[in-house]
């Protein structure tokens, strides 16, 4: 199982950035997804969830709006559009799969998780 976390790097506040996660070794369409966040010194976070179809996502308070978590099963991989960055935005961005089909937003329900991807918002 291995999932590939890609796209991060540093942009300026109110622009945009999409980070990627592809994925190999599960049949990804049999899994929902997840994207968190962590900055130092900091618990990782909840960003985003989206469903085995990508019928259904999930978003933290702080990001509704600005985020948008999608996937495309044929590519086995999940994305991340971020726009209207902003500085607390800044963290290493992780993707996570679960099988579990509710409490998608806690992190002990992925059992698989990517190795992180840098985002730093300037102000």
């Known amino acids: 199982v291995q999932l590939q976390a890609s796209g991060g790097g540093l942009v300026q506040a109110g622009g945009s950035l999409r980070v990627s996660c592809v994925t190999s070794?599960?049949?990804?369409?049999?899994?929902?997804m997840g994207w968190f966040r962590q900055a130092p010194g900091k618990e990782r976070y909840f960003v985003a969830w989206i469903n085995k179809s990508g019928g259904q996502a999930n978003y933290a308070d702080s990001v509704q709006g600005r985020f948008t978590i999608s996937r495309n099963n044929d590519k086995n991989t999940v994305y991340l559009q971020m726009n209207s960055l902003k500085p607390e935005d800044t963290a290493v961005y992780y993707c996570a799969r679960s099988s579990r089909p509710w409490f998608l937003r806690s992190p002990s329900n992925y059992d698989s998780w990517g190795q992180g991807t840098q985002v730093t918002v300037s102000s």
């Open positions: 070794g599960f049949t990804f369409s049999t899994y929902n």
